[in-house]
C-alpha cells in the first residue's frame, strides 16, 4: 500500500501545480475582466490556449484528433463555451473566493445529473451528500442578501455547464484522446467568441496585451499538465486535490483585491467541500473490485 501511494506523489504534484496555474489564470481574467469584455477574455484564453496544444500534436501527429462523434464534441464546446462565459462575466464582478466556492459545487451536479443521463446509480448516500452540499451553496449566495445576484447565478450557471461538459467527457473518453477532447473545445470556443469580437472588441492597452495571452498560455499549459496528472492516476487519487484551489481564491482575493470572506461564505464552503470529497470517496468504493475494499466498506 505504502509503495502505492509514493507511486501516486507525481500525479498528485501535477494536480497541485495544474490547480495553481488555474488560480493565477483566474486571478488574471479578474483584473482583466474589469477592462474588457467577457467575450474578449474568452476569445484570449480559447484561441491562445490552442497553440499549446502544438507541442503534443507535433510529437504524435493529426491521430490524437481523430473522433467518432463530432457533435458529442460540439455539444460539448458549447457547454464549455457557457461554462467560460457564465465564470468569466462573475470573476469581472464578484468577489474571487465567491465564484470558486460556488464552482466547488460541479462533484455534486455532476452526481445529480450522471443519475438521468447516464443511468447512473447513486445511492442515497450520495444523495444526502448532494443535499447538504447543495445548502451550502445557498449558504454562501444568500438569496435575498447582498452576495445572491445575477452574477452569482452567472456561477452557478457556468458550474452547470461545467458539470454537463464533464459528463460528457466521461463518454467521450472511452473512444477519444484528451488532446482532442480540449482542442475541439477550445477550437468552438474561439470560433463562437471570435464570431462576436467585431461586435465587443475594444483594442487592448500594450501594456494589456502581454497579460491577455499569458491567460490563453497559462490556461493551456495548466490542461496540459491536468491531463497528465489523471494519466498518472485514477480520478480518485488526484480530483480531491483540486480543492487546493480555495487556498489560492482566498490568498489572491485578499492579496490582489483586499477581499476577506466572512462566516457564511466559509461555512457554506465547507459544506461544499466536505459533501465533494465525500461523494469522490464514494464513487472510489464503488469503483473499487469487492475483494479490495476493507471490511465494513460499501459503495
Known amino acids: 500500500m505504502a509503495s502505492r501511494n509514493w507511486g501516486n506523489l507525481p500525479a498528485i504534484g501535477l494536480m497541485l501545480v495544474a490547480i495553481f496555474l488555474f488560480g493565477v489564470m483566474d486571478a488574471l481574467i479578474k483584473w482583466q475582466g474589469a477592462k474588457y469584455h467577457v467575450l474578449q477574455i474568452v476569445f484570449f484564453r480559447s484561441f491562445i490556449g490552442l497553440l499549446v496544444l502544438l507541442w503534443p500534436l507535433l510529437r504524435s501527429g493529426p491521430k490524437l484528433l481523430a473522433t467518432k462523434h463530432p457533435w458529442l464534441h460540439g455539444v460539448r464546446g458549447l457547454l464549455g463555451l457557457a461554462s467560460l462565459v457564465g465564470f468569466f462575466a462573475a470573476f469581472a464582478v464578484m468577489p474571487f473566493g465567491d465564484v470558486y466556492a460556488i464552482s466547488f459545487a460541479s462533484p455534486l451536479l455532476i452526481t445529480a445529473l450522471s443519475v438521468p ?47 454537463l461538459a464533464m459528463l460528457l467527457v466521461r463518454r467521450l473518453s472511452k473512444t477519444e484522446s484528451n488532446v482532442a477532447i480540449v482542442f475541439y473545445s477550445g477550437a468552438m470556443a474561439s470560433l463562437a467568441s471570435g464570431a462576436a469580437l467585431p461586435l465587443v472588441w475594444q483594442t487592448p492597452l500594450w501594456s494589456d496585451l502581454p497579460w491577455l495571452i499569458a491567460i490563453g498560455l497559462i490556461g493551456g499549459v495548466a490542461h496540459l499538465v491536468l491531463t497528465q496528472a489523471f494519466r498518472l492516476a485514477p480520478a480518485s487519487t488526484v480530483t480531491p486535490f483540486e480543492y487546493s484551489g480555495m487556498i489560492w481564491a482566498v490568498l489572491f482575493g485578499w492579496l490582489f483585491w483586499q477581499e476577506v470572506p466572512d462566516g457564511p461564505f466559509y461555512a457554506g464552503a465547507v459544506l461544499v467541500i466536505a459533501c465533494g470529497l465525500y461523494i469522490l470517496r464514494r464513487e472510489a468504493l464503488q469503483a473499487m473490485r469487492p475483494a479490495d475494499r476493507l471490511p465494513g466498506e460499501s459503495a
Not at 443511468?119 to 438569496?143: C, D, F, Q
Not at 445572491?148 to 455547464?161: E, I
Open 117 to 163: 443521463l447516464l443511468g447512473e446509480k447513486v445511492g442515497w448516500r450520495r444523495w444526502l451528500a448532494v443535499l447538504v452540499g447543495l445548502t451550502g451553496v445557498l449558504i454562501m449566495v444568500r438569496p435575498g442578501g447582498s452576495v445572491f445576484g445575477w452574477m452569482a447565478l452567472a456561477a452557478l450557471g457556468g458550474t452547470l455547464a461545467y458539470a
